[in-house]
């Protein structure tokens, strides 16, 4: 699924702001800008890199869970693309505090995720191991998506394991209780969800 600017603009109207903006990249891993969503492809913005792994180069080396180095209120937007699964459940809810308080009145979260809905009933259809779609990582299937990119834990790689997982109504529950005024959740079409949450 593709998140085009006037898609995103008619649900957050902080995008159609003219100046400079700050986007926070979470769990950037080695994505180039060029594979950002379109909505943060103009110069406007300007792309801060936060990930756990320093070898990936980030310009902040932190988990989700305490962004401290990133101040309250000062980012426009968040992306996160396929990060808080590899929390464990009861990390979720300080990871999701962490993107509100850094993000500015009116900001916005931008998250894409697995939809377990979907991964567990490719499993019930005796599925699991079969290769559903490829990612930049490599051939993904239903029990990489569950537990996390096998190849990349064979390789050592142990945070990449999934720790928790969410349905649409409860990754939106979940943002609601991080206190963002306004959530949708949408699904993509690899077998992920997608939400946008204002604060």
Not at 20 to 29: A, E, N, Q, R, S
Not at 185 to 191: F, P, T
Request: neutral net charge.
């Amino acid at each position: 699924m593709k998140i085009s600017h006037s898609d995103l603009a008619a649900v957050v109207p902080a995008l159609l702001a003219r100046g400079k903006k700050t986007l926070l990249h979470v769990g950037c891993g080695t994505a180039p800008r060029s594979r950002l969503p379109e909505c943060f492809q103009s110069p406007e913005w300007t792309e801060i890199r936060l990930d756990i792994d320093a070898s990936v180069n980030p310009d902040i080396v932190a988990s989700l869970t305490d962004m401290r180095a990133v101040a309250s209120a000062t980012v426009d937007a968040i992306w996160s693309s396929h990060n808080i699964e590899h929390l464990e459940g009861f990390e979720v809810a300080r990871s999701l505090d962490e993107f509100h308080r850094v993000l500015k009145p009116a900001g916005f979260t931008l998250l894409t995720l697995p939809d377990m809905k979907k991964v567990a009933a490719l499993i019930a259809e005796d599925k699991s191991n079969e290769v559903v779609y490829t990612s930049p990582a490599g051939p993904i299937t239903p029990l990489d998506m569950m537990f996390g990119h096998q190849a990349s834990l064979a390789a050592g790689k142990r945070y990449m394991a999934h720790r928790t997982g969410f349905t649409a109504t409860s990754i939106r529950n979940k943002l609601v209780e991080a206190g963002f005024s306004e959530v949708r959740v949408m699904q993509g079409s690899a077998y992920d969800l997608w939400a946008i949450a204002i604060k």
